[in-house]
Antibody, heavy 128, light 107 residues
Framework: EVQLVESGGGLVQPGGSLRLSCSASGFTLSSFAMYWVRQAPGKGLEYVSLITSNAVSTYYADSVKGRVTISRDNSKNMVYLQMSSLRAEDTAVYHC?????????????????????WGKGTTVTVSS | DIQMTQSPSSLSASVGDRVTITCRASQSISTYLNWYQQKPGRAPKLLIYAASSLQSGVPSRFSGSGSGTDFTLTINSLQPEDFATYYCQQSHSPSRTFGQGTKVEIK
């Protein structure tokens, strides 16, 4: 079964740090780019960070840039999100997400990308 | 960043109704548009990718259309299990921004 399982969330004080982990199983992690997507209580979905399949490139939302680092260890089937200088507005459920892809046959060397596998999420609460 | 705007933000419908949700991108994104369904306390689920391609296992009452900046998700003959929040997402840029969501409630 294709599965993503997050861990590492919890209650942390403002200014604190956390490291989220995502364990992948049922597929070859090294073939896929991976995302972290968060959802604050009662709010919509927000992209946090992306790491390419070979970890050569990483991307961050402006709201977390400079405070968050995404990484991966394909040999261990793991993806990580190191978070520091946490703020109340970082309180959310954090989902680890696989970026699936399909060929766009209408355009040469082009692909469609979509978030096809989601973990259940781990909750981060930033509060004093 | 590409902004995605959904309408309406919420709607009430009955079982058996046909429901249409609209998503508009702030710039042209061709057909790089995905739709997701989320039920309370659950992770989102991919319904449609590339604007109109149905994800494996998704019922055929769901369909998507559009290109450029304007897109539509249609649910034909709404079922009890379809009451949920629906999100569009652009996949034209790495940020892959989401719309704000449309909550489909029981009338």
């Amino acid at each position: 079964e294709v599965q993503l399982v997050e861990s590492g969330g919890g209650l942390v004080q403002p200014g604190g740090s956390l490291r989220l982990s995502c364990s992948a199983s049922g597929f070859t992690l090294s073939s896929f780019a991976m995302y972290w997507v968060r959802q604050a209580p009662g709010k919509g979905l927000e992209y946090v960070s992306l790491i390419t399949s070979n970890a050569v490139s990483t991307y961050y939302a402006d709201s977390v840039k400079g405070r968050v680092t995404i990484s991966r260890d394909n040999s261990k089937n793991m993806v990580y999100l190191q978070m520091s200088s946490l703020r109340a507005e970082d309180t959310a459920v954090y989902h680890c997400v696989r970026l699936g892809y399909s060929r766009n046959w209408a355009v040469q060397e082009d692909w469609y990308y979509y978030m096809d596998v989601w973990g259940k999420g781990t909750t981060v609460t930033v509060s004093s | 960043d590409i902004q995605m705007t959904q309408s309406p933000s919420s709607l009430s419908a009955s079982v058996g109704d046909r429901v249409t949700i609209t998503c508009r991108a702030s710039q042209s994104i061709s057909t790089y548009l995905n739709w997701y369904q989320q039920k309370p306390g659950r992770a989102p689920k991919l319904l449609i990718y590339a604007a109109s391609s149905l994800q494996s296992g998704v019922p055929s009452r769901f369909s998507g259309s559009g290109s450029g900046t304007d897109f539509t998700l249609t649910i034909n003959s709404l079922q009890p299990e379809d009451f949920a929040t629906y999100y569009c997402q652009q996949s034209h840029s790495p940020s892959r921004t989401f719309g704000q969501g449309t909550k489909v409630e029981i009338k």
